[in-house]
């Protein structure tokens, strides 16, 4: 949902839309989280994975300088990287998984959903 879209929710007593403003606001949250993007770690052509594991399939490499967007994340592989040891992989995409460790997202912990 794009900020400037409104998301109405049905009030079956007095017949009109209402909003409400916790929807609102957890909705703007959700677009935020999802349009951030994280840089991938300086000189490294990263291997994207089709699971959360170097023993899943490589789908493709993000070249060097790439950024990503983290749609969630999921425990899996522990992995060693420049940004230290992680058992966290962020989705990327649809069947699209990167470590942690090569993602600078300013966390040693969870920084989107969990997948």
Known sequence: ???DEVRPEADVST???TLTADADAADAEAVAAAAKSYPVAPGVALKVR???GTQYDHV???PVGASVRIFCQKPGQAVKGPYGTSR???NIGNGEFVSDAY???GSDGYVAIRC
């Open 1 to 3: 949902m794009a900020f």
């Open 15 to 17: 017949g009109p839309q």
């Open 50 to 52: 089709s699971g959360p």
């Open 60 to 62: 493709r490499t993000l």
């Open 88 to 90: 966290i992989w962020d």
């Open 103 to 105: 993602v600078r997202t």
